[in-house]
Every structure is written in structure tokens, then in C-alpha cells.
């Protein structure tokens, strides 16, 4: 079955530590996107990748990187530079990005930074 | 700036009908999403209407004003199964998707 998985489902840090969040999609999808989500708000874009080895900084970059080495992987790193980690952590794809295509969201990472 | 508007929090009877409205100011339109998210769970994909007019799927169906930047999801013979939050997201000029806060809607018996 085609689909995305995002691991680990819950995940916990101490302050100060970087934490990487894994994304692998199968269903040959150029685009890939990772999305913050917090209490009562949208969803907001940190990082989205176009193509294998490109990718451009969303609205709430600061504090995250991210690679795209494999068209089925985009890992996000939290930094200890990000001061509000704790936060829902949602990985989606879609065919590309640039006309209209609906993107496939992975199941969430929850990160709480204790 | 850009900007998406719905209503924070609906509540609605087990086999009644509720419309949730979404109005949006946004640089450009490629069209617009509807989206089911359960709590702790991913978005999923209800609809997407780019063109004026109703859409319906099922239960479901989309509505769609360019003119009046407003969209509803309208929800049908509604099932308990049905709370969720509800996500308006709108396709900018530079087709990326902007998000609205999201309408959680409570179901009652």
C-alpha cells in the first residue's frame, strides 16, 4: 500500500538537544512538506521540497533544517535553536507543487521537549 | 497579509445537517481545500473546488464564491463519527497552501 510514515508517533527531548523526525513517502511523489501544528491554530509550513536536493524555507523556518537526498525521504531536524519545540509535527506529499494537487498527510509526530 | 477565517468551535446533533463557513483573503486563488483531521490524527482530504458552485460528495458538499471569497462545507444525516476538526486551506499564486485555524465540531446525541 502507497502512503506516508512519519516515526516516531510520540517523542520526547530534553531542552537543549537537536531531535530528527523521519518522513518517507512511496507513492513517487516529487513535492514533500512539513507542517507545525499548535493548539487551536492552521497549519503552519516550515520547510517543503520541490525535487531531490532542493528545498525552500517555509513561514516558520527558523530553528529547524531539513535534506532531501532521496525523492522517499525528508527528514526535519528540531535545533536547540527553536524555542517552542513542543509542537504536532506533520509530514505531507503531493505529486509536485506547482499546479493544483492534494497533498497526503503522514500520521504526525508529537515532540514534546521536557 | 494573507488570511483565513472559520468559526473556532461548532456543536450539532446526530442526524442534523451544519454548515461551516470559511471566508479567505489571500494573494492569488488556485482553489480551495476542505480537510477532516480526528484529533491526534492527520488531515484527510474532503474536497477541493476552484471553480464557482456547489460540489457534492455524498454527505458532503463544498461551496464555493471567488467573487465573495467564501466557501462552506455543508455536512448531512451527521454521525457521531463525524466530530472533528474541519480545515479550510487556500491555493495562494504561488500554489502553496495556506491554512485556516480550523472548525471543531462537536456531534451530540
Known amino acids: 500500500d502507497g502512503g506516508i510514515t512519519q516515526s516516531p508517533k510520540y517523542l520526547f527531548r530534553k531542552e537543549g538537544q537537536n531531535v530528527t523526525l523521519s518522513c518517507e513517502q512511496n507513492?513517487?511523489?516529487?513535492?514533500m512538506y512539513w507542517y507545525r501544528q499548535d493548539p487551536g491554530q492552521g497549519l503552519r509550513l516550515i520547510y517543503y521540497?520541490?525535487?531531490?536536493?532542493?528545498?525552500q524555507k517555509g513561514d516558520i523556518a527558523e530553528g529547524y533544517s531539513v535534506s532531501r537526498e532521496k525523492k522517499e525521504s525528508f527528514p526535519l531536524t528540531v535545533t536547540s535553536a527553536q524555542k517552542n519545540p513542543t509542537a504536532f509535527y506533520l509530514c505531507?506529499?503531493?505529486?509536485?507543487?506547482?499546479?493544483?494537487?492534494?497533498?497526503?498527510f503522514g500520521p504526525g509526530t508529537r515532540l514534546t521537549v521536557l | 497579509g494573507q488570511n483565513i477565517d472559520q468559526p473556532t468551535e461548532m456543536t450539532a446533533t446526530e442526524g442534523a445537517i451544519v454548515q461551516i463557513n470559511c471566508t479567505y483573503q489571500t494573494s492569488g486563488f488556485n482553489g480551495l481545500f476542505w480537510y477532516q483531521q480526528h484529533a491526534g490524527e492527520a488531515p484527510t482530504f474532503l474536497s477541493y473546488?476552484?471553480l464557482d458552485g456547489l460540489e457534492e460528495k455524498g454527505r458532503f458538499s463544498s461551496f464555493l464564491s471567488r467573487s465573495k471569497g467564501y466557501s462552506y462545507l455543508l455536512l448531512k444525516e451527521l454521525q457521531m463519527k463525524d466530530s472533528a476538526s474541519y480545515l479550510c486551506a487556500v491555493l495562494d499564486s504561488n500554489y502553496q497552501l495556506i491554512w485556516g485555524a480550523g472548525t471543531k465540531l462537536i456531534i451530540k446525541p
Open positions: 473546488n476552484v
Open positions: 521540497s520541490q525535487i531531490v536536493n532542493d528545498f
Open positions: 505531507a506529499s503531493s505529486e509536485n507543487s506547482l499546479s493544483y494537487n492534494e497533498q497526503f
Open positions: 507513492l513517487n511523489h516529487d513535492a
